[in-house]
């Protein structure tokens, strides 16, 4: 999965941070993203921007690789293939180099200036600083707007974690948290319930949704489910318990059309007996079983995925595997300190 760089904790006042950028088809924000990133970080002390092409199959990867070779703080992991926005996130943290790392996408619907406000916190003490999107944004549609409020109610219900509506996968977190997590063998993560998982507190910032400015977004509901099933099975057994009691209440159901279906034979006089409440029962009992399979087959399928002990990705090149060809300038104040 590549060479894993770990870095000291070091004092935040200019200790490097690590900006890490999961990039999916993003060929037309890469440079707005890091021209922003770098006007908003220079002030705030040393910096490294760590994008991680997730497979990408325009020039997503060129354009990384032309940014990297004109600037010494801009780095890249490049995937063999599309392996996912959550294990794109993972590879960054465990490349990343900085005392703070700060996840966000490539879309520019995170806005970077926001960097500022996060660091500030940290350089208050804070380890992990989430960004919030605020309910009124007016960028966001009334679908994802209520689709996400349905997910966190839905996990906050049947998981182990409270996330916050509004919450994605945009903060800042320290190194202690980072090395953390980079600590779980386990392959299949939701991030943004993990680091809550973990029990640092944490200090949330407000900011509005930015506007996307080329491409589309590669979040449709088959990715959005996707999550949001990931975010439940990932920290919670609730479903399986639910399954249960859902099993049970269709046993019942059962057995009450077993009684009708006696009592309609000896007491009520009918020749023949109703065919639409022979089907509703084995609607009904043909759901309930086929649900408890799916809830089971779910966590089975983790659990499988688990003991095959696969990488979560493959890291197909890096930055540092072209130095030799093309020496980089030295640039000692991105080692922090």
Known sequence: MGAEVKRLPTAPGRALISVVVPAFNEEGNVAALARRVADVMGPIGPWELLFVDDGSTDATLANIKALSADDPEIRYVSFTRNFGHQAALRAGLRHARGAAVILMDCDLEHPPELATSLVAAW??????????????????????RATSALFYRLLGALGDVE?????ADFLLIDRVVVDAINGFDSSDVFLRGLVRWLGYPIVKVP??????????????????????????VSHSLKPLRVAIVISAVFALLGVGLLVYSGVSFFWIKRTVVGWSSIMAAIALLGAGQFFVLGVIGEYLGRVLHETRRWPSYIVGETEDDGLEAHPRPSHDSALGG
Do not use: C, H, W
């Not at 996330?163 to 919450?167: A, C, W």
């Open 123 to 144: 350089r208050e003490g804070a380890k992990v600083v989430a960004a919030q999107r605020n309910a009124g944004a007016s960028s966001v549609s009334l679908f994802k």
């Open 163 to 167: 996330i916050e509506p509004g919450s």
């Open 207 to 232: 900011y509005d949704q930015g506007v996307r400015t080329a491409g589309r977004s590669k979040f449709n509901l088959r990715r959005m489910t996707a999550l949001a099933v990931s975010g439940v």
